[in-house]
């Protein structure tokens, strides 16, 4: 049976809604949309997409790799600490971006922690390098994945490894025919968000990588550059940004009803 | 040749210590309730849990030092564990290839113990669309594939339907005398263990606490617990119906008065068990609606606290379970004569079906 619903409440949600559309209806309604050509035409649109794409599928890549392990060590060992881990790792998630990213100069800048030994020792730099700007990223997407990755673990009946061993698997085989393909879709799930996030990261990249056009300035940090001198110019970076971001939705709900 | 396990293990505070010999060609059963330390003493013999005294060899080889992948055991588990995301095929051909046999080999010495052991199964097919009984097989072919000396099937019959059971069974029956190792099943009810085992060992809180053939088993439990749980009464036979929808159960000692519950085909083979509770003892013939009555001498009367536990000499044999003082006032002894009733419908009866998947005599192997 259906609730009746009361009016007070309609009316909240309908603010609600007109709350989150309006800005993007807004966008639509503000583009010069004669100027489109030559907006995207030039330059440093084109180069930010790119060093977007680049930046966020390299910083994906690393969230996976590191945080597949990181996953697994929190899911399926005893080491002690392990609460403390998964604390640490995933306050990335809730932390101000812009923390991340002083946090990471005094690690990784050329007068950082360990950046300081890396400057002297092999002569690299992190800060100001497209490097810097995806190790920025993969330091707030990573806990995506090791959060998708862990609850996905969980799910899977660690007998499945066990019989997988007792029917003859070494512990790698097992991961790679067993258990990768039941996490799947957790997996695949978590890769999305951590990319979205990855897409979308501003503080951190901003305050470790700089904004240096062609090298660390992805598609958000031009957006925030352009909207000083050509408005017009930042809404159409912006809905590329939507545009990306919707797929990336209706991508994710597909898969969330696949896994379901 | 065979297994020999003399062991001790430990999970947590519980421990267990069984001594387990099995001869190749033979089903050993270990039989006990939950919690009693089956899946310990599994654990132990595949490798996920080390033995702390003691040792396991398979054909006198040592194998408890063994990473569970270099043992040659294989292991039907309960809940069969067939990968979700590998189909019927690769299931089976999965401890070859971790074992680094090439491909189309691995998936074609599948494919043959597929067909031997689960025609039914198309071999494309993922588990969740199999029958309990249909995961069974795959799951028993997946055990044989990696042709192991030792078969540890970890109560098989658990998720399977009642009506698949019997054809389930005389497979594995067949399949263990086959495949030409040892073969130990883990289970918790008695009928399996006893009708499919040479052998059963009775496990009560991780010791092994009696021993021996069925029927010595059967004949004289030697704890409550062991009376209970192996003290039915157990008869295998062919069936023919009765006009009024029952059937006649003729075993190779005395006929009993079924209650199928669909149509049965004369000649037909079944298995009845039904439990010494339900039996009533009577000083005189009993008058009443059970179908079964039948009258013999007293072979033995065993008395446990409250219950006892009388053995008939009947046709066929019975053991019916009464109250101590039901004993004392019918002057029960052996050597007397009392009649002895129960209804059809206490016999719970598992018919045999014409199951085609049913493996014939002698063709498992490579």
């Known amino acids: ?260 | 040749m065979g297994l020999h396990a003399d062991f001790t293990a430990h999970r947590g505070t519980f421990d267990v210590d069984i001594e387990l010999d099995v001869d190749d060609g033979e089903i050993s059963a270990l039989l006990g309730p939950n919690g009693a330390g089956k899946s310990t003493v599994v654990d132990a013999l595949i490798g996920t849990l080390t033995i702390t005294e003691g040792a396991i060899e398979i054909d006198g080889e040592r194998v408890d030092r063994l990473p569970p992948e270099e043992r040659p055991v294989g292991v039907c588990f309960q809940d069969d564990l067939l990968f979700p995301r590998l189909s019927a095929l690769e299931n089976v051909a999965f401890p070859l290839r971790a074992r680094k046999v090439a491909k189309e080999d691995a998936r074609r010495r599948a494919g043959q113990l597929l067909d031997r052991l689960a025609s039914a199964v198309d071999p494309d097919a993922r588990p969740r669309s199999m029958s309990g009984g249909e995961r069974q097989r795959v799951a028993l072919a997946r055990a044989l594939a990696p042709e192991p000396r030792l078969l540890l099937l970890d109560e098989p019959f658990a998720n399977v339907d009642v009506s698949a059971r019997p054809g389930l069974r005389s497979l594995v029956r067949e399949v263990a005398a086959t495949f030409g190792g040892a073969t130990v099943l883990i289970a918790h009810e008695p009928l399996d263990a006893l009708t499919l085992a040479t052998r059963v060992s009775l496990i009560e809180a991780g010791r092994i606490t009696q021993s021996g053939t069925p029927d010595e088993i059967r004949s004289s439990p030697r704890s409550a617990y062991a009376a209970d749980l192996v003290g039915v009464n157990l008869f295998t036979g062919t069936l023919s119906p009765l006009e009024d929808g029952g059937a006649v159960l003729s075993t190779s000692n005395g006929d009993i008065v079924v209650a199928p519950d669909r149509a049965v085909v004369a000649g037909t083979d079944a298995l009845a068990s039904i439990r010494p509770i339900d039996i009533s003892l009577h000083a005189m013939e009993p008058e009443g609606s059970a179908r079964n009555v039948f009258q013999g001498e007293i072979a033995e009367v065993a008395i446990d606290g409250e219950r006892a536990r009388v053995r008939l000499a009947t046709r066929p044999p019975l053991t019916a379970e009464i109250t101590a003082a039901s004993v004392a006032r019918m002057e029960l002894r052996p050597g007397i004569d009392v009649w002895a009733s129960f209804k059809a419908v206490e016999v719970s009866l598992q018919i045999e079906d014409d199951d085609g998947s049913t493996v014939a005599a002698g063709t498992l192997g490579r």
């Open chain 1, 1 to 260: 049976m259906r609730s009746r619903t009361p009016t007070a409440l309609w009316f909240l949600a309908i603010v609600g809604a007109v709350f989150v559309s309006l800005p993007l209806i807004a966008l639509l309604l503000r583009a010069p949309w004669g100027d489109i050509a030559t907006s995207l035409s030039g330059a440093g649109a084109g180069a930010a997409l790119r060093l977007s794409i680049v930046v966020s599928l390299t910083a994906t890549a690393l969230s996976i790799l590191l945080g597949v392990p990181l996953a697994w060590i929190l899911a399926r060992t005893r080491v002690p600490g392990r609460s403390v881990l998964r604390a640490l790792v995933v306050l990335p998630v809730v932390l101000p971006p812009v923390v991340g990213g002083i946090g990471l100069l005094a690690a990784l800048g050329r007068g950082g922690v360990v950046g300081r030994w890396l400057y002297d020792a092999f002569d690299v730099q992190l800060t100001f390098t497209t490097w810097g700007a995806i190790l920025a990223t993969t330091f707030v997407s990573m806990p995506l994945v090791v959060l998708a990755t862990e609850a996905g673990l969980r799910s899977i009946d660690v007998r499945y490894e066990q019989a997988a061993s007792a029917l003859g698997a070494t512990p790698r085989y097992a991961i790679r025919r067993i258990v990768l393909p039941m996490l799947g879709p957790q997996l695949a799930a978590g890769a999305v968000l951590a990319w979205a996030r990855a897409l979308g990261e501003f503080g951190a990249t901003i305050t470790f990588a700089g904004n240096l056009a062609g090298r660390t300035q992805t598609l958000p940090l031009a957006v925030y550059e352009t909207r000083l001198t050509d408005p017009g110019g930042a809404i159409f970076l912006s809905l590329i940004l939507v545009v990306i971001s919707v797929v990336v939705l209706v991508v994710m709900r597909d898969r969330i009803t696949q896994a379901a």
